[in-house]
């Protein structure tokens, strides 16, 4: 697959050349022949917002918006100005109308011309380095836009953000100057943004800006995993029999790992009657969203945010993570999961998780399964009540967690390289391990030999043993 088809299936034209060993094409554009009907429907939708003002609600509808906008293009189309031609073509052939329906959604998107990437193309990452100069990226595979550019200059990429910014309903800084020179928001479920200008930023540019963009959910089960090779077959059955039986699952990996996505499928394997409260830096899993297919990813679910990046005028203002995790504990929830670990609340999570809150789940950054163990000492160790004690910073991770499961990118792929459980005493056993040529061997056959994790998983389980990969 060309870097182009990577990114998008024809939002991106053909690779052109390199720069810096990344691949480079134009920025995208949608060509004039698909451009007029999708600005006929997207008139449709913003003749239906009436004199509302640009919002987040606008965006995380949008989708539905445009669908609604066709149907009735579909049905008058005299009345909404398209020829009896074109509501034929959409109405009778379905990829014609997929083709409109996503030109519209990014021609009537507040985001726009940023709407290009966000929904022209499946993306992860969206990363401006100058206004003629972006870099995509989606699982290992990065492209350059050099070209084509819809900004003049740098002042014309930081005003755009200044207005996206202030729509209404984002969470976060909602101004962009000289003496704040960095904004963080999120734009509800849509993305994420960390925008910066001079004088935070020096060299040829003025402006840099990170976009996150969710991941498009191409994984909603843990089958997903095994069709696309992420995982086998046993281990999954195995995972899904931890989160099953309530084990503690810490989700290790790199940046761009997946930690996320695979927290979110496992969020969507606990039944239903259980209530999840989310935890979270800048709201990422939203559970209670359609997954894809009509299904909320966990529909009992409540989410507790920190705003991002606000700005309080001292230390005691912010909303910690730390107070959010305490504050958790008061929404009766049956299952705590917390979005990333990267501080003292890991100390937080662990007494959580210590007093009858099992089958809860976090993220954390680690190159390893192992090491992603000392790396939650570490965090707990933050914690001014621990004072660098080692000692019992480690009996207090040991006793709360029960399994570390390890994903990584490697080679342009995702791939879980390491399940490990955790033991006492620093006894830990690797249930499955990747091995030199890549794949994954079962290190412990008997259920038996997982002493925190048998009576857990065995009744979830076909057997004593566990599952060969």
């Keep these: ?116 990437l966000v929904y022209g193309a499946e993306l992860e990452n969206i990363t401006c380095l100058s206004h003629d100069h972006w870099l995509i990226s989606t699982v290992g595979r990065k492209l350059s836009l050099i070209g084509g550019s819809p900004f003049s200059r740098d002042d014309d990429v930081i005003e755009f953000f200044r207005r996206v910014i202030r729509m209404r309903g984002v969470t976060g800084d909602q101004s962009i100057t000289d003496a704040t020179p960095i904004a963080e928001t999120n734009i509800g479920s849509v993305i994420r943004i960390c925008v910066a200008k001079r004088p935070a930023v020096s060299g040829r540019a003025s402006v840099r800006v990170a976009i996150r963009v969710p991941a498009r959910h191409k994984v ?70 359609d997954r894809g297919d009509g299904v909320a990813w966990h529909a009992l679910s409540s989410a507790l945010s920190s705003i991002p990046s606000i700005r309080a005028e001292s230390e005691a203002q912010q909303l910690t993570m730390f107070d959010l995790v305490r504050h958790a504990l008061r929404f009766q929830p049956d299952r705590l999961v917390l979005g990333e670990s990267r501080g003292e609340e890991m100390a937080a999570v662990c007494k959580a998780l210590m007093t009858g809150h099992d089958g809860s789940m976090t993220t954390i950054h680690a190159e390893d399964a192992e090491l992603a163990l000392d790396q939650a000492v570490q965090y707990v160790m933050e914690n001014p009540r621990f004072g660098g004690d080692d000692r019992l910073a480690r009996r207090i991770v040991e006793h709360a967690l029960h399994l570390v499961v390890h994903i990584a990118n490697q080679d342009g792929r995702r791939r879980v390289t390491g399940v490990l459980a955790v033991e006492r005493g620093g006894n830990h056993k690797w249930v499955y391990r990747q091995t030199e040529s890549g794949g994954l061997e079962r290190r412990t056959h008997l259920l038996g030999n997982l002493s925190r994790l048998d009576a857990r998983v065995r009744p979830h389980l076909d057997s004593v043993e566990v599952p060969p990969p």
């Design 1 to 116: 697959m060309s870097a182009g088809a990577a990114v998008a299936e024809d939002a991106v034209e053909p690779v052109q050349l390199e720069r810096g060993g990344v691949p480079t094409a134009p920025w995208p554009h949608i060509p004039e022949g698909e451009r007029d009907v999708a600005e006929l429907i997207s008139a449709i939708v913003r003749r239906g917002r009436g004199d509302e003002a640009p919002s987040v609600a606008h965006e995380e509808r949008l989708g539905d918006d445009v669908e609604r906008a066709i149907a009735r293009a579909i049905e008058s189309p005299v009345a909404c100005g398209v020829p009896l031609a074109v509501a034929a073509d959409l109405s009778r052939d379905a990829a014609y109308r997929r083709l409109i329906r996503r030109n519209a959604v990014i021609l009537a998107s507040h985001l726009y011309p940023l709407s290009l």
């Design 220 to 289: 909603r089960h843990l089958d997903d995993y095994v069709a696309q090779m992420i995982m086998p077959s046993g281990v999954a059955v195995f995972i899904r029999a931890c989160v099953l039986g309530r084990a503690n699952i810490m989700i290790a990996g790199g940046t761009g790992s997946g930690k996320t996505t695979l927290l979110r499928v496992l969020c969507g394997s606990v039944p239903e009657a259980d209530h999840i409260v989310v935890v979270e830096d800048g709201a990422e899993l939203h559970l209670d969203q």
